[in-house]
Nanobody
Framework: QVQLVESGGGLVHTGGSLRLSCAASGRTFSRYAMGWFRQAPGKEREFVAGIRWSSGSTYYADSVKDRFFISRDNANYTVYLQMNSLKPEDTAVYYC???????????????????WGQGIQVTVSS
């Protein structure tokens, strides 16, 4: 079965960096878009960044543009989210997701993603 396993979260001070990893297994993901979402307490889960596995094209939410960078390692079926210049408002549970419903571009809606990881906590202290 499909598994998405996140790692790399933790506690960091404002201005610091973290790199999240998402190890994907269970099927061929070449036609998939991979996304990172986050959910802060009391808020809706929101799109952060996405990448198409085949082309490597990316898309970012405005709130993280130029601070976060998504990439993928085709050989190891792993997607990364490099997070720089972290702010307290970046504190959330971060989720990796995979979706094949949209074949072009990067979907930002949760319902376009079929598989989700268990989530990992990122806490940015002020």
């Amino acid at each position: 079965q499909v598994q998405l396993v996140e790692s790399g979260g933790g506690l960091v001070h404002t201005g610091g960096s973290l790199r999240l990893s998402c190890a994907a297994s269970g099927r061929t993901f070449s036609r998939y878009a991979m996304g990172w979402f986050r959910q802060a307490p009391g808020k809706e889960r929101e799109f952060v960044a996405g990448i198409r596995w085949s082309s490597g094209s990316t898309y970012y939410a405005d709130s993280v543009k130029d601070r976060f960078f998504i990439s993928r390692d085709n050989a190891n079926y792993t997607v990364y989210l490099q997070m720089n210049s972290l702010k307290p408002e970046d504190t959330a549970v971060y989720y990796c997701a995979a979706g094949s419903r949209v074949l072009v571009g990067i979907p930002v809606q949760k319902y376009n993603y079929d598989y989700w990881g268990q989530g990992i906590q990122v806490t940015v202290s002020s």
